[in-house]
């Protein structure tokens, strides 16, 4: 008889897979706009500068 593993979660609740699948969504949606910003000439002069600026 196999045996399953039913250690708790930390919340003492498993997360509903919509709420897993959002979270997923949101994070890549995320990195996509901030990559997407590294294609926009003025903002990447704006961050040189502003790197420039620390020294």
């Known amino acids: 008889m196999p045996t399953t593993s039913t250690s708790p979660t930390p ?24 990559f997407g910003m590294y294609t926009v000439p003025d903002f990447m002069v ?7 600026a620390c020294f």
Request: proline letters at 3%.
């Open 11 to 34: 919340l003492g609740r498993s997360v509903p897979w919509a709420w897993r699948w959002l979270a997923w969504t949101v994070a890549v949606l995320l990195c996509l706009a901030v």
């Open 46 to 52: 704006m961050l040189t500068d502003q790197m420039w």
